[in-house]
């Protein structure tokens, strides 16, 4: 019998919603959820997405959980911690609806439960627990910690059916600024239509690098390649998403409308300005050194526009015989995308952690040596991987990795072959020191 025509099945829940938060080692948000519903009861506890990831997002994305996964004629009563999340589902639905949810950090997750809602039908409630229901909300709390230890994400569904046809917008002549910035200059941009533009933009520079055009699935296909690392795949993810809180996004919000421009070039602040344009110390020092590392590897840098960080993955290498340069294809997913997170990471620290101080701006010397720790740990990662007797079959194989990195490695023509099995081994640019010392 299908669950959901059980008669046993009771028609009214109550649950009760804990969250969890902390920031990880990369300096961003993780949050946890859980739904606990009693003692002995299918309690679940959830790990959020780290694209999803705020201080607050585990009560928004547990309701979630709970509203896309409980049988639909059970009218849920939801018991919360945060006065916050009820009133974004509740008295303020209507007032972010109006802004195009600009004002709340979870806004994504918010839109989608006020779809899931209103495809629901039966009754929803969300109240606060009073201090009668403070040991279930303890155990609801305490479960939502747990949640950080699941080995993977929960599998939310956070696509919003349109119910509208909203097609694709192509390249078609025209550069891709004046395509992004006619787009841009369109408000507000629903968020679809952002990802739509996205896509786009990398399969033009896909079409540049392997001289196919990607499907969409494709494309997000190669930002998850094993090659790629965990909190990268993320980056890219979310950028492909437009996710990121830059720019455009401030223009609106009364105080904050000069977060909207990049303070060191005083021009509109986007991704592609943040990773490519910027005159303040640290895009161009990073891409000159994976230029340089490039180059060691025998083939010409390509002129980099914006689609080409996310179509990094698509590329496609020949070596002289015509054949695919597997090797050198995983060394340029690994360079553009390495290289593209680490800007990332020096912008918001130069504008988060240093209140974009110019005295506290990296120097020539602290891009250089760790954009190049950056490298080389990767090439360490990669050596380690390739031990058999610790990963088994998930094991690197030597091969890859020799291929990979042959050409640019230091003192390269004097390497044992068996330097994969070896330690000090480290990529061919040397590390800069510090002014003042010998
Ligand atoms: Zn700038």
Redesign the pocket.
Known sequence: MNPTDDEDEPSEVTVFVGCAHRINSDGEHCSAGSLWYGPNDNNLKIRVPIELSTRNAGEPAAILFAIQNLPRQISINFRLKSKRTIKALTTALSHYKDRDWAENEDSHLLRVIAAALRGRGTKCTFKEADTSESDQMREALELAKLGFNESTPTNLQVEIPLGYDMKGVKLKGGTQRTFYNTIRARKPIPQRLKTTIMLDITRHAAWDLSGTTPTDSQIWFSIRHADITRTTRDFLWRCLHQAYKIGEHWKDIPNYEHFAK??????D?TME??LL????PGQEVLWNLAQELWEMKGYAWPELSYGHVFACGLVDIRDEKGKRDEGAIRLFRILISETAHLIWKFRCTRVIERGNDPNRYFSEVELHNKWLHCINSRLRMDALLTDVKKYGSRALKIDKVQNTWSGVLMDNQNLPDTWVRQSGFLVGIPPLRPPGRN
């Open positions: 990049c303070h060191h070039c005083q021009v602040e300005h943040i344009e910027c005159d303040a």
